[in-house]
RNA sequence: GGUGAGGUGGCUGAGUGGUCGAAAGCAGCGCUUUGCUAAAGCGCCGUACUCCAAAAGGGUACCGAGGGUUCGAAUCCCUCCCUCACCGCCA
């Protein structure tokens, strides 16, 4: 959510920024304006009136307490309090508007980001490793050929944009968690979470996926509660309305759930395997720091993303997304894109986001500053990784057509052999 | 699911209709004194919104949430949420 100062000081500045996303927001903001306007207009008013009756309220009492008749100024108060009503519920009502309004502007994109209404703008600006020759084999033919995963079945049980680990399969996602966690805990200092799947409304509010995405989502209970689209929403959300000591940041925290997406509007797209699912694996990791913590952090997060990659020796890019392909709620996005020879194409496995404070006010957590200011957090995180992708890549990098999947060394122990197959 | 007890400021914890935004203690901040790895005294010390060009200073709201009663609610009534205890059921 951004500030509403910031709007009403600098409405210009603030739309042309958003300009620069895809979508038009320059409607939305009047819109906003008009209302912070009308509200604030209300809601002095109805002060002013209460201080009156407080005022009176406390005569009363006064002269009550001396045993004198208050009767006259009672009548008065109730009066006010006719007065009052219809104001006051303007008031609530604007208040609940504007914010309605507020939740419904994405970020402003960082300054400086590349420019570009699609991903088209992104740009490239790293690349680690040599992609390989294409794969003829995809992931599917050699998942099914190895027995690793049973995408015919997983669709009979559950529909498409399902998959099915069986045998060594499943024991190969389990290995690869594993490696993943202990990568993240023991190497990188973050602290493990095993959160639960199905949050409140609220959360997803405080991370941005709601009210707008609302449809992409799966809700029950009438959508007071929600299966996570990625863990982000339920870690990001453990300090909600906290106050945190500035002592106590960057927090650092790395959980791998199951995530759920309608994935609405997809249909059709990179529908083959893995690719695009309803539901798959992610490790996530989640930090909340100072305003003046947060570049630094983006950049070492990013890289214990890429440690990922690197270890199970997967070449990929990194692409800083452009002012048009950043999510609703990031500022700057680093996006890690992993080569699947089988497909011929880069797969994005993770997607490492600065959130400035635009989530820390929609969830108000903030932190105490030095002089015991209460400021809101930055919040960011990324994916480390998304599973299925991973194993994507995994199976068509490092399986030679009708062989065997080698493991890279450092998967090894956790898998318990070198190779399947 | 049943029964019972509760939800007050960073924490502990008073407060059952009237100057209560809320006693007291702890923690925190400032000053003073004595001195030494601390003690004592004094003062300050919630959040949000809003008025004012700004500061200073006003005002309003907030005692789990939302309604209601009343001139006036932390205090009474209703609904909901949550926590704890015991019972039942259960992976």
Redesign the pocket.
């Given at each position: 959510m951004l500030?509403?100062?910031l709007l009403r000081e600098d409405a210009a500045s603030v739309k042309a920024r958003l300009a620069t996303r895809s979508g038009n927001y320059s409607d939305l903001i009047d819109q906003i304006l008009a209302c912070?306007a009308r509200?604030?207009?209300s809601?002095?008013r109805?002060?002013?009136l209460?201080?009156?009756?407080?005022?009176?309220?406390?005569?009363?009492?006064?002269l009550?307490?001396s045993g004198s008749d208050?009767s006259e100024?009672?009548?008065q108060?109730?009066g006010?309090?006719n007065e009052m009503?219809d104001l006051g519920r303007l008031a609530?009502e604007l208040?609940a508007e504007q914010r309605n309004l507020l939740l419904q502007v994405p970020n402003l994109p960082a300054p400086g980001l590349p420019e570009g209404r699609d991903a088209e703008a992104n740009v490239a600006i790293k690349h680690w490793g040599e992609p390989g020759p294409a794969n003829p084999e995809d992931h599917v033919a050699i998942g099914e050929r190895l027995g690793l995963l049973d995408l015919e079945r997983a669709a009979k049980i559950s529909g498409s944009g399902y998959v099915l680990f069986t045998g060594a399969g499943a024991r190969l996602e389990r290995a690869l968690i594993n490696f993943l966690l202990d990568l993240q805990t023991r190497s990188h200092g973050y602290t493990e979470i095993a959160p639960p799947v199905l949050v409140r409304r609220e959360c997803m509010e405080g991370t941005g996926q709601l009210p707008k995405f609302e449809e992409d989502m799966y809700g029950f209970d009438g959508g007071n509660s929600f299966l996570t689209p990625t863990a982000e929403v339920s870690v990001t959300n453990i300090r909600r309305d906290e106050?945190l000591s500035e002592s106590e940041l960057p927090l650092k925290y790395t959980a791998c759930t199951p995530c759920f997406r309608r994935e609405a509007g997809s249909a059709g797209r990179e529908t083959r395997g893995m690719i695009r699912m309803h539901q798959f694996d992610k490790v996530e990791l989640v930090k909340i720091t100072t305003p003046e913590q947060a570049a630094a952090e983006l950049e070492s997060l990013t890289a214990d993303a890429e440690k990922v990659l690197q270890l199970l020796s997967l070449p990929y890019r990194v692409l800083e997304l452009c002012t048009g392909d950043i999510g609703f709620s990031s500022q700057r996005t680093y996006d890690l894109e992993v080569w699947a020879p089988g497909q011929g194409a880069y797969l994005e496995v993770s997607s490492c986001s600065h959130f400035g404070d635009y989530q820390a006010r929609r969830m108000n957590l903030?932190y105490?500053d030095a002089n015991?200011?209460?400021q809101f957090c930055h919040t960011l995180n990324g994916s480390g990784t998304a599973l299925p992708r991973l194993y994507v890549a995994l199976l068509e990098t490092h399986t030679k057509p009708g062989g065997p999947l080698i493991l890279p060394e450092p998967l090894q122990p956790y898998y318990g052999a070198a190779q399947i197959g």
């Amino acid at each position: 959510m951004l500030d509403i100062r910031l709007l009403r000081e600098d409405a210009a500045s603030v739309k042309a920024r958003l300009a620069t996303r895809s979508g038009n927001y320059s409607d939305l903001i009047d819109q906003i304006l008009a209302c912070d306007a009308r509200r604030r207009e209300s809601e002095t008013r109805v002060q002013h009136l209460r201080a009156e009756k407080n005022r009176l309220s406390k005569e009363i009492g006064g002269l009550k307490k001396s045993g004198s008749d208050s009767s006259e100024l009672e009548a008065q108060v109730k009066g006010f309090s006719n007065e009052m009503e219809d104001l006051g519920r303007l008031a609530t009502e604007l208040d609940a508007e504007q914010r309605n309004l507020l939740l419904q502007v994405p970020n402003l994109p960082a300054p400086g980001l590349p420019e570009g209404r699609d991903a088209e703008a992104n740009v490239a600006i790293k690349h680690w490793g040599e992609p390989g020759p294409a794969n003829p084999e995809d992931h599917v033919a050699i998942g099914e050929r190895l027995g690793l995963l049973d995408l015919e079945r997983a669709a009979k049980i559950s529909g498409s944009g399902y998959v099915l680990f069986t045998g060594a399969g499943a024991r190969l996602e389990r290995a690869l968690i594993n490696f993943l966690l202990d990568l993240q805990t023991r190497s990188h200092g973050y602290t493990e979470i095993a959160p639960p799947v199905l949050v409140r409304r609220e959360c997803m509010e405080g991370t941005g996926q709601l009210p707008k995405f609302e449809e992409d989502m799966y809700g029950f209970d009438g959508g007071n509660s929600f299966l996570t689209p990625t863990a982000e929403v339920s870690v990001t959300n453990i300090r909600r309305d906290e106050i945190l000591s500035e002592s106590e940041l960057p927090l650092k925290y790395t959980a791998c759930t199951p995530c759920f997406r309608r994935e609405a509007g997809s249909a059709g797209r990179e529908t083959r395997g893995m690719i695009r699912m309803h539901q798959f694996d992610k490790v996530e990791l989640v930090k909340i720091t100072t305003p003046e913590q947060a570049a630094a952090e983006l950049e070492s997060l990013t890289a214990d993303a890429e440690k990922v990659l690197q270890l199970l020796s997967l070449p990929y890019r990194v692409l800083e997304l452009c002012t048009g392909d950043i999510g609703f709620s990031s500022q700057r996005t680093y996006d890690l894109e992993v080569w699947a020879p089988g497909q011929g194409a880069y797969l994005e496995v993770s997607s490492c986001s600065h959130f400035g404070d635009y989530q820390a006010r929609r969830m108000n957590l903030r932190y105490k500053d030095a002089n015991g200011k209460n400021q809101f957090c930055h919040t960011l995180n990324g994916s480390g990784t998304a599973l299925p992708r991973l194993y994507v890549a995994l199976l068509e990098t490092h399986t030679k057509p009708g062989g065997p999947l080698i493991l890279p060394e450092p998967l090894q122990p956790y898998y318990g052999a070198a190779q399947i197959g």
